[in-house]
């Protein structure tokens, strides 16, 4: 699992791991050559609400993935992430695949009632899956934001028909750097 692309990942050797990526950062396009040199899939979550404009000047320095949060949620700034003609490369790219993130990346961890949970689910993952939908592509895989694997939200998924669901059992790539 990778989120805001450093230069010391480039050191490491990915070539045995399925490679995903959250967020939808500028910074895993920024590096895309680097990690197609693995052949191995490269899912890239993406959260169909926080898209950089086609017109907008992306952020060369990468920045941790929360500050970007931070700024996209205070203040809507979205040049540390993706625009849609990047992220419509990658998924025309051999071993890539662009996996749904959600449309708001909602932080569902706080306490919420089990109905407002359902009725924003399910319009959540409908306006995803519409998103992509428009820029013609289609998705099986997702991604829970902030890892937050609910079983409702799983269930509300595999009714869209969506089949690979990923979680926090996926590995940080910080893990890997003392395991590799």
Aim: aromatic share 12%.
């Amino acid at each position: 699992m990778i989120h805001e692309v450093y230069e010391w990942m480039l050191n490491l050797d990915l070539s045995e791991y399925i490679i995903t990526f959250d967020d939808g950062l500028y910074s895993q396009y920024k590096y895309l050559e680097h990690f197609l040199k693995f052949n191995t899939p490269k899912i890239f979550f993406i959260s169909t609400n926080i898209i950089s404009p086609e017109d907008e000047i992306q952020n060369k320095e990468t920045i941790p993935c929360a500050r970007a949060h931070e700024l996209f949620f205070k203040n809507k700034v979205t040049n540390n992430y993706m625009k849609w003609s990047q992220i419509k490369e990658i998924a025309n790219t051999a071993n890539c695949y662009i996996g749904g993130h959600s449309h708001k990346h909602k932080d569902l961890r706080k306490n919420i009632s089990l109905k407002e949970l359902h009725s924003h689910l399910k319009n959540d993952t409908d306006t995803m899956i519409s998103e992509f939908e428009k820029k013609g592509i289609q998705i099986k895989d997702f991604c829970f934001p902030y890892n937050y694997e609910a079983p409702l939200y799983k269930e509300v998924l595999k009714q869209k028909g969506i089949t690979n669901i990923y979680g926090s059992g996926r590995i940080a790539i910080e893990e890997l750097k003392n395991a590799i």
